[in-house]
């Protein structure tokens, strides 16, 4: 039985969910098959047809975006008549409505060099600084290319070869969620899919794997982390929740949190493997190079320079350009993997420091934000909201992530050119 403040709480939450319903970033910005076959037609050398008209023609909105707006600010102006001003949960759910209203807003300007400039305010970009004087994602992808450029092919193994089709893929996958998510409410479900730009996407109660493809066991182990433990989990999570079911939902800021977290487990769970990084970094050169002027031939090339077949490199390269056009900036959305992996160590690290362990599993609880955790926490001592019951092992045991972190705040002092001066002897490649 809900108290008068958790009912009104929950009912605006409610409306929340519904208004946000009809909303599909991805689904509303994607290509059709007919434009690969002319890009492809073309041997590569003509930019994709797209802009502001093919959008509305091909893609129109399935909803009206500006009675959808007007929805949206009828229940910010609920919050603060309900809930006041200086609320806790009344400002998560206002900034929610503002964001989606910003997404509507970007949906609306698709096909223009305006739709970038609103996805590098919900996204970011990709010279934007952690804080005064620190490197950029596009200073991330520089270092982290340079060192995979000296492992090469020294860590592969067998788990590397793609002996798995998608229906066999999706048979493994299955049964491995079975096993983690326990709860007999939860339907989980693992499914083919032939209109997913990546190989694997992640929705309420159900992972929807690539057609056609062949997967790794590595690549079957990062969605099993990735996709279920922390999409799926979290979803399940936000569910649950009695009250404020909006943490079943998220706006592009939670986006950059989940995708995060989702690194960072596979991180943790050593799931994480070169190849897997080195896609991630293209990833932000590619925005970066967009960013910067490049176009979708300039940006296709680049990722068939780093070895990707001309398949691989029209869906990478789609990914940078889907909902803007061929030559005027990117959607930065893949940014938030890299992005949220930094975001989210650094403030693991300092919950460590400061002794607030007990937040970090609210990471997890639903579809949050790193500036939501501290009212999350206050509101699951309340019993407003109730503590996640999808974990990741690695989320689970504290004390061993603890210690993993203090490490770590010690070892970000060292001066790691200076010790690479210092062990030059015993760096020695032994070789010619």
């Not at 009809?22 to 590569?44: G, H, M, V, Y």
């Not at 799931?271 to 080195?278: D, M, Q, S, V, W």
């Not at 919950?351 to 007990?358: H, Y």
């Amino acid at each position: 039985m809900l108290s008068e403040y958790q009912q009104v709480i929950f009912e605006i939450s409610e409306r929340i969910v519904a208004a946000q319903k009809p909303i599909r970033i991805l689904d509303s910005i994607k290509w059709d098959t007919e434009i690969q076959a002319n890009f492809f037609k073309s041997k590569f050398k003509k930019l994709p047809e797209i802009d502001a008209e093919y959008y509305q023609r091909k893609n129109p909105l399935q909803f009206d975006p500006f009675k959808k707006m007007q929805e949206f600010h009828e229940i910010e102006r609920t919050i603060r008549r309900t809930l006041g001003q200086f609320s806790g949960v009344g400002s998560i759910m206002s900034r929610m409505c503002h964001e989606y209203t910003r997404v509507i807003e970007l949906l609306l300007w698709r096909g223009t060099e305006k739709f970038t400039e609103i996805s590098q305010e919900l996204y970011g970009s990709s010279e934007d600084a952690f804080h005064i004087g620190a490197p950029t994602l596009k200073d991330l992808a520089s270092l982290v290319n340079q060192t995979l450029a000296n492992i090469k092919d020294q860590v592969v193994t067998e788990a590397d070869d793609k002996t798995y089709t998608s229906e066999e893929t999706v048979q493994i996958l299955g049964e491995r969620l079975a096993n983690y998510f326990t709860d007999k409410n939860h339907n989980v479900r693992v499914e083919l899919s032939d209109g997913i730009v990546a190989d694997a996407a992640a929705g309420a109660e159900r992972i929807k794997i690539r057609g056609n493809m062949m997967f790794s066991e590595r690549e079957i182990k990062t969605f099993e982390v990735h996709e279920g433990w922390v999409h799926l989990g979290s979803t399940m999570n936000g569910m649950a929740q009695p009250t404020c079911t909006f943490l079943s939902k998220g706006p592009p800021s939670s986006t950059i949190t989940q995708e995060g977290l989702a690194i960072i487990t596979e991180v943790f769970t050593f799931t994480a493997y070169p190849k897997r990084l080195k896609r991630l970094m293209n990833r932000i050169i590619g925005v970066n190079m967009a960013e910067e002027g490049a176009n979708f031939l300039e940006v296709f090339h680049f990722f068939r320079e780093q070895g990707m077949d001309e398949e691989e490199s029209y869906q990478s390269t789609i990914r940078v350009f889907r909902g803007s056009l061929p030559d005027k900036g990117p959607f930065t959305k893949d940014l938030c993997y890299s992005k949220g992996f930094i975001l989210i160590y650094n403030y693991i690290r300092l919950a460590v420091q400061r002794g607030l362990l007990s937040q970090i599993p609210v990471l997890f609880i639903g579809k949050t934000t790193l500036e939501d955790i501290h009212i999350l926490s206050d509101l699951v001592e309340e019993g407003i909201v109730i503590p996640p019951r999808y974990i990741p092992p690695q989320f689970q045991d504290l004390a061993a992530l603890s210690a993993w972190m203090c490490y770590s705040l010690f070892l970000n002092k060292i001066d790691l050119q200076r010790m690479a001066t210092d062990f030059k002897s015993m760096l020695q490649s032994g070789k010619g």
